[in-house]
């Protein structure tokens, strides 16, 4: 393994990590003189396929974008990412990723591979900084719970950071058609520092209990996901017959006169469509429905995060980033005279997750005794 090149890789993939686009990585890295992949080829006196820049640490953002897509960086083999044309034109055509061959182990990993897929997923969710140049620690995270829409970072130079707060994108200053659902970001910091702290700290203590309850969580929600998919090959089945039945009307109509042939071809057609659709569905999920019963939940990406944080006392955009997968913001509500706002937090990889109290503890320890016993 190239170590000066593999350590630019972590290096990037900590950056967006942390919030940062492929245009800001560039910068940082040009900025501290860090050679583009060309260059530190030719430094090495490796041959390279491409010019190298006019200027050795010109990093570009589409340089740094082809590395945070390429997943071989996590010691997989990536086949099929491309074609030609044909064989006479040499034009390259890159294919989409549902046709990729993936082969995992393949190679020493240089990234997890859920730090790649964090990073991939955050990348799909693009965070600008406001009109001043800042960007929210929450950026692309904060969403409105009753309409789902995204809440906005609201900051300018005459506000303080104390003042400084999201707001739902539909609300439009009362004419949108939702309400404020208003939250200041010092609050919002101190509400998240204190869940994952609370979070971090349960699952330290008592993972074998946490584990069990994502077992049961996951498992709950895989018989939900096995009664929709179902429900959807069902459905798919009885119209797939339907259509079968449409396609002989038609082309009895068809025979009789009563519609033309321009009009039978440009129905058939269309049924056919939806069959072929239809068909290539089905399969897919008939595959899955095969496969679930197979499949085992694994944690150990999840846990091998939590276990090398440290004691946290502020938070980080790495942290946020790595552990908070979406922050709902309830529409605000009078208890006893004060405001009050509830904040939903869904961790990575668990989803919404009450840590329990002593007694919950104590039942849910008795329920592993009886499966061990």
Same mark, same amino acid.
């Given at each position: 393994?190239? #170590?000066?090149? *593999?350590?630019? $890789?972590?290096?990037?993939?900590?950056? /967006? =990590?942390?919030?940062?686009? &492929? !245009?800001q990585?560039?910068? #940082?890295?040009? *900025?501290?003189? $860090?050679?583009?992949?060309?260059?530190? /080829? =030719?430094?090495?006196?490796? &041959? !390279?396929?491409?010019?190298?820049?006019?200027i050795?640490?010109?990093?570009?953002?589409?340089a740094?974008?082809?590395?945070?897509?390429?997943?071989?960086?996590?010691?997989?083999a990536?086949?099929?990412?491309?074609?030609?044309?044909?064989?006479?034109?040499?034009?390259?055509?890159?294919?989409?990723?549902?046709?990729?061959?993936?082969?995992?182990?393949?190679?020493?990993?240089?990234?997890?591979?859920?730090?790649?897929?964090?990073v991939?997923?955050?990348?799909?969710?693009?965070?600008?900084?406001?009109?001043?140049?800042?960007?929210?620690?929450?950026?692309?995270?904060?969403?409105?719970?009753?309409?789902?829409?995204?809440?906005?970072?609201?900051?300018?130079?005459?506000?303080?950071?104390?003042?400084?707060?999201?707001?739902?994108?539909?609300?439009?200053?009362?004419?949108?058609?939702?309400?404020?659902?208003?939250?200041?970001?010092?609050?919002?910091?101190?509400?998240?520092?204190?869940?994952?702290?609370?979070?971090?700290?349960?699952?330290r203590?008592?993972?074998?209990?946490?584990?069990?309850?994502?077992?049961?969580?996951?498992?709950?929600?895989?018989?939900?996901?096995?009664?929709r998919?179902?429900?959807?090959?069902?459905?798919?089945?009885?119209?797939?017959?339907?259509i079968?039945r449409?396609?002989?009307?038609?082309?009895?109509?068809?025979?009789?006169?009563k519609?033309?042939?321009?009009?039978?071809?440009?129905?058939?057609?269309?049924?056919?469509a939806?069959?072929?659709?239809?068909?290539?569905e089905?399969?897919?999920?008939?595959i899955?429905?095969?496969?679930?019963?197979?499949n085992?939940?694994?944690?150990?990406?999840?846990?091998?995060?939590?276990?090398?944080?440290?004691?946290?006392?502020?938070?980080?955009?790495?942290?946020?980033?790595?552990?908070?997968?979406?922050?709902?913001?309830?529409?605000?509500?009078?208890?006893?005279?004060?405001?009050?706002?509830?904040?939903?937090?869904?961790?990575?990889g668990?989803?919404?997750?009450?840590?329990?109290?002593?007694?919950?503890i104590?039942?849910?320890?008795?329920?592993?005794?009886?499966?061990l016993?």
């Amino acid at each position: 393994m190239d #170590i000066e090149a *593999a350590a630019v $890789v972590k290096r990037i993939f900590d950056l /967006a =990590l942390s919030g940062k686009g &492929p !245009t800001q990585i560039a910068r #940082i890295l040009e *900025a501290d003189r $860090v050679p583009t992949p060309t260059e530190h /080829a =030719l430094n090495h006196g490796r &041959p !390279t396929y491409v010019k190298p820049p006019a200027i050795p640490f010109g990093w570009s953002g589409d340089a740094v974008a082809d590395i945070l897509d390429n997943r071989q960086y996590t010691g997989c083999a990536v086949n099929f990412r491309s074609t030609t044309v044909s064989y006479k034109i040499h034009k390259v055509i890159h294919k989409p990723e549902d046709e990729h061959q993936t082969i995992p182990n393949k190679q020493e990993a240089i990234i997890f591979e859920e730090l790649w897929l964090r990073v991939h997923e955050l990348r799909q969710n693009k965070r600008r900084p406001t009109a001043i140049g800042k960007l929210s620690m929450f950026s692309g995270l904060v969403y409105c719970a009753d309409c789902g829409a995204k809440l906005y970072f609201c900051t300018s130079r005459s506000l303080s950071e104390n003042q400084e707060h999201y707001v739902c994108s539909n609300y439009k200053s009362g004419r949108g058609p939702c309400s404020a659902h208003f939250i200041r970001n010092v609050v919002l910091e101190k509400i998240v520092l204190e869940s994952i702290s609370s979070f971090i700290d349960f699952v330290r203590s008592y993972e074998s209990i946490f584990i069990y309850m994502i077992e049961q969580k996951r498992q709950k929600a895989k018989a939900s996901d096995i009664r929709r998919m179902q429900r959807t090959v069902d459905n798919n089945r009885k119209r797939i017959k339907e259509i079968d039945r449409l396609i002989e009307r038609i082309y009895e109509d068809n025979v009789n006169g009563k519609i033309s042939d321009e009009r039978f071809m440009t129905m058939s057609g269309n049924y056919e469509a939806e069959q072929k659709k239809l068909l290539s569905e089905t399969e897919a999920l008939e595959i899955e429905l095969s496969e679930e019963a197979k499949n085992s939940t694994d944690l150990r990406l999840l846990l091998k995060t939590i276990r090398e944080q440290t004691d946290i006392n502020e938070l980080t955009p790495e942290l946020v980033n790595t552990l908070i997968r979406r922050i709902d913001i309830h529409a605000p509500i009078k208890v006893n005279g004060k405001r009050t706002v509830a904040v939903d937090i869904h961790f990575t990889g668990v989803g919404l997750f009450t840590v329990p109290d002593e007694a919950e503890i104590s039942a849910l320890n008795a329920e592993i005794s009886k499966l061990l016993a």
